[in-house]
């Protein structure tokens, strides 16, 4: 069983950048793949990226394209969605999710562990 840790989420204008990352603990990432989800109010789970376990395949919702960036430190069992050029769409809790093994992906359902996730907020 792999426990699921977010942080990094705050307060931020548009045009800025945060980092969040996803702590790992139980097991070792390496043979997790690992995506990142978010949720605003009112909406539906949204992906936002993905990256294999093996971290030589990542995957972007269009939105997202371009301006976030993920990727992962096995020795440090981290994860880490680096956000740039942030707008106020992009406003939301961020969940990080972990699935064995493959290629990563969009599908929530196919991630079995999730963290509690860390507010994302970007003013205009």
């Known amino acids: 069983q792999v426990q699921l840790v977010e942080s990094g989420g705050g307060l931020m204008q548009a045009g800025g950048s945060l980092r969040l990352s996803c702590a790992a603990s139980?097991?070792?990432?390496?043979?997790?793949?690992v995506a990142w989800f978010r949720q605003a109010p009112g909406k539906e789970r949204e992906f936002v990226a993905s990256?294999?376990?093996?971290?030589?395949?990542?995957y972007y919702a269009d939105s997202v394209k371009g301006r976030f960036t993920i990727s992962g430190n096995n020795a440090k069992n981290m994860v880490y969605l680096q956000m740039n050029s942030l707008k106020p769409e992009d406003t939301a809790i961020y969940h990080c999710?972990?699935?064995?093994?493959?290629?990563?992906?969009?599908?929530?359902?196919?991630?079995?562990?999730w963290g509690q996730g860390t507010q994302v907020t970007v003013s205009s």
């Open positions: 999710a972990a699935k064995n093994y493959g290629a990563g992906g969009a599908v929530p359902n196919e991630y079995g562990h």
């Open positions: 139980g097991r070792t990432f390496r043979n997790y793949a």
């Open positions: 990256i294999s376990s093996s971290g030589s395949s990542t």
